[in-house]
């Protein structure tokens, strides 16, 4: 990192890096869920999961999106000394920061599913749908504003998350071009050259 400059991670690839673990462990939790009759029986279950599911991606997908607007309005423009972390670093930091907490949260949708067969599978999977809804949301804001957020590095929590935390001071943007990332956290595809 140059002199004077800070490391920044962009905040929509922090929110979507839980998406893909928490979505496919939930799958599988679910799938395998299912198999088991459980003390509800599997249709109850299967509609508890239902409505966990839709719970779970709205209260994800709305959290604290008025502290993440604030910081995003008072966004102040990146220096040119800043270094910009890609977004595949971003990513591989939070996914090892929270690898415990992930085992932990699919074993107990498994073990959930004595209960109710696929419930806990469902609400996993529900939280992973959140979050990506939340990178969809920052994305349009992004391309709206036509500036990328960025957040400071030191301030993401321990497990390189919490973009949004009571650490975060500021955000700070860049163009929408800068970065690896498209507008939402997903791969930039590059355009073919005309």
């Known amino acids: 990192m140059t002199r004077g400059g800070q490391g920044l991670a962009r905040v929509a690839c922090v929110v979507r890096a839980g998406a893909a673990p928490l979505w496919w462990l939930g799958v599988v939790a679910a799938g395998t ?4 009759p459980g003390l509800t029986g599997r249709r109850i279950g299967v509609m508890a999961g239902a409505v966990l599911f839709i719970l779970a991606a709205a209260l994800v997908a709305y959290a604290r999106r008025g502290r993440y607007a604030a910081l995003a309005r008072g966004a102040a423009r990146a220096a040119k000394q800043d270094v910009l972390q890609d977004r595949a670093v971003t990513v591989r930091n939070w996914r090892r920061g929270h690898r415990w907490w992930l085992l932990l949260a699919f074993l107990a949708a498994l073990g959930s599913a004595f209960a109710a067969p696929a419930a806990g599978g469902m609400l996993l999977a529900g939280c992973g749908a959140g979050l990506w809804l939340k990178a969809a949301w920052l994305g349009r804001r992004e391309r709206a504003d036509e500036a990328l957020l960025w957040v400071r590095v030191d301030w993401l929590s321990r497990g390189g998350g919490r973009p949004a935390g009571k650490a975060v001071k500021a955000f ?5 071009a800068a970065g690896d ?5 997903s791969r930039r595809r590059t355009a073919a050259l005309v």
Do not use: Q
């Open 172 to 176: 700070r943007s860049t163009g929408i």
């Open 33 to 36: 869920g299912v198999l088991v």
């Open 181 to 185: 990332a498209a507008p939402g956290g």
